[in-house]
């Protein structure tokens, strides 16, 4: 199920919300978030009151400075764990600025470790990522069409369909596609 305008805006409104209720709860202001996850106080704001919709970099840098996942922060704003899930219910998330959409096939949950994810970037697209959410983070990426270069701490992979990169985050990262080709690829997250 493809996010509509309307679905769109109330998953703005969502993670909006529970962006400005994760900093409350660590009695942070705007400013020291800003400190923290080198997003400015301006844009923090503008989040916070959905104002504007959020991009995969600046929920990356949030996720960073709150310890979390981006799919924890959206699990946080979705409904509770249900054990299927059938495609037409999974969320999608896109992040029309860049080429980035986002399925959370399995999404986490409180009882199970893993969460898996579809992702898609289109030709052209570079995603970066400062710091991991969470050191140590194991992640699994199966590329499944397309052509994808990953970096991981310094180390860089170019992957081709049915292959299998498996790593675990301790520095920055990035994702990019060559300007030519898009990528489809399946990220376990553990």
Known sequence: MENTNSDHTSIDQLIAQRLK??????????DELAK??????????RLENAEVSPTTSVLGKLCAAYGLTLSRLMHMVEDTFVPLIRRNTQSVWTD???GFRRRSVSPPAQTLAAEVLECELEPGTRITYDRPPGLGLEHHLLLIEGQLE???DGQTYNLYPGDCLRYQLFGPSAFATPQQCSARYILFLL
């Open 36 to 45: 923290r996850s080198n997003v400015s106080r301006a844009t923090l704001s």
């Open 21 to 30: 209720s994760l900093r409350a709860e660590r009695g942070w202001s705007l």
């Open 150 to 152: 990953v970096s991981v």
């Open 96 to 98: 029309p600025t860049i």
